[in-house]
């Protein structure tokens, strides 16, 4: 009896457990994401005044503000023809060119965002 009692106890620990788990991984995935899309928004904002003048120095040193997140490997700004306009990071992380104006999603691991760049008198970059 003590040893079917304990055997149950067992199973739902590692039940439990493992349901606290995924909880938790879930959990800390979606903060990941909703941190680094309101990263995202503000270079995106940032960006608009240098993409909009061409200045391509600039561009970079908004992009170059990110490497204070560890977390983010890379940060491009395309222009609508699909030419890289500014970058910061190492390009070998990406695995697709995404080409949505507005994009989240999850790669397995790796965190895809993409805004556009509204830049006044014209439509997004």
Same mark, same amino acid.
């Given at each position: 009896m003590i040893l079917m009692v304990s055997v149950v106890a067992a199973v739902c620990s +590692? +039940?439990? $457990?493992? %349901? !606290? !788990?995924? #909880?938790?991984i879930v959990n800390l995935r979606n903060q990941f994401k909703n941190h680094v899309v309101s990263v995202s928004e503000v270079a995106a904002d940032f960006a608009s005044a240098?993409? %909009? #003048? $061409?200045?391509?120095? $600039? %561009? +970079?040193?908004?992009l170059s503000a990110l490497k204070a997140n560890e977390d983010i490997t890379l940060a491009q700004i395309r222009l609508r023809s699909g030419e890289v306009f500014a970058q910061f990071g190492d390009e070998s992380s990406i695995k697709? +060119?995404?080409t949505q104006n507005d994009y989240t999603g999850f790669d397995g691991w790796t965190l895809n965002v993409v805004r556009g760049i509204l830049v006044p008198n014209q439509s997004y970059v």
């Open positions: +590692v +039940v439990i $457990g493992s %349901a !606290l !788990l995924v #909880f938790q240098p993409v %909009a #003048f $061409g200045d391509e120095p $600039g %561009a +970079v040193e908004v697709t +060119v995404l």
